[in-house]
């Protein structure tokens, strides 16, 4: 186990926003519009094609959801929030150390069973890049999220200051990898290299290589 002068604390994404539970109708809404986002494109799918689908008016989307941008919105939060109840589950089950740092590398395969078009959050950045959108606030807190979660498993093993931020920037890029690579090839092959290259970076820093 490796440890390194501490350095400031880098700064902590925010915690996912919990909203109240829909009603049957607002939940069908959002259930058709998610899928219809995630697989056409936020930018290419209007309100029109998403009140046909869910057999409901325009007026009632809108009653429901107020605008576009915030049926946007509510998709991306809802999907942050099933994301990292799923990592944060995985982590909590495995032993300190190298186990823990993999979890999210792990939850990769069952998670890309059904999203094949690679990482909805990235996908949202490209199609809202405007960092006042809501939506992409939700996106980019996202990706501030696992950030702060591999330097927090990082601390825990033992790495300080500076290395522990570029190494959890390093992971994070090896995860990022992993989508794009699974959305040109999906299955659990694609997923493979970005794994196998974590553990070498972490055990190179002394962390499961005991």
């Given at each position: 186990?490796?440890?390194?002068?501490?350095?400031?604390?880098?700064?902590?994404?925010?915690?996912?926003?919990?909203?109240?539970?829909?009603t049957p109708g607002a939940r069908r809404i959002l259930d058709t519009a998610a899928e219809l986002f995630y697989e056409r494109g936020i930018t290419a799918t209007?309100?029109?094609?998403?009140?046909?689908?869910?057999?409901?008016?325009?007026?009632?989307?809108?009653?429901?959801?107020?605008?576009?941008?915030?049926?946007?919105?509510?998709?991306?939060?809802?999907?942050?929030?099933?994301?990292?109840?799923?990592?944060?589950?995985?982590?909590?089950?495995?032993?300190?150390?190298?186990?823990?740092?993999?979890?999210?590398?792990?939850?990769?395969?069952?998670?890309?069973?059904?999203?094949?078009?690679?990482?909805?959050?990235?996908?949202?950045?490209?199609?809202?890049?405007?960092?006042?959108?809501?939506?992409?606030?939700?996106?980019?807190?996202?990706?501030?999220?696992?950030?702060?979660?591999?330097?927090?498993?990082?601390?825990?093993?033992?790495?300080?200051?500076?290395?522990?931020?570029?190494?959890?920037?390093?992971?994070?890029?090896?995860?990022?990898?992993?989508?794009?690579?699974?959305?040109?090839?999906?299955?659990?092959?694609?997923?493979?290299?970005?794994?196998?290259?974590?553990?070498?970076?972490?055990?190179?820093?002394?962390?499961?290589?005991?």
């Amino acid at each position: 186990m490796t440890s390194r002068s501490a350095g400031p604390e880098p700064p902590q994404a925010e915690p996912p926003r919990t909203e109240p539970p829909l009603t049957p109708g607002a939940r069908r809404i959002l259930d058709t519009a998610a899928e219809l986002f995630y697989e056409r494109g936020i930018t290419a799918t209007g309100v029109d094609t998403v009140a046909e689908a869910a057999q409901i008016t325009k007026r009632t989307l809108y009653n429901r959801f107020g605008s576009k941008d915030a049926l946007v919105t509510a998709y991306l939060r809802e999907r942050d929030e099933r994301w990292r109840a799923l990592v944060t589950e995985a982590v909590e089950e495995r032993a300190p150390g190298l186990p823990r740092l993999l979890a999210p590398f792990d939850v990769l395969t069952s998670w890309t069973a059904s999203n094949s078009r690679g990482c909805a959050f990235v996908n949202a950045l490209a199609e809202l890049p405007d960092p006042a959108h809501p939506a992409h606030r939700v996106a980019a807190e996202e990706k501030k999220w696992l950030r702060a979660l591999f330097v927090r498993l990082l601390g825990e093993s033992g790495l300080k200051g500076r290395e522990r931020g570029e190494l959890a920037d390093q992971l994070v890029c090896l995860h990022e990898g992993a989508l794009v690579l699974h959305s040109l090839r999906p299955g659990p092959a694609a997923l493979r290299p970005a794994r196998a290259g974590a553990r070498t970076l972490l055990r190179a820093k002394g962390i499961g290589a005991g």
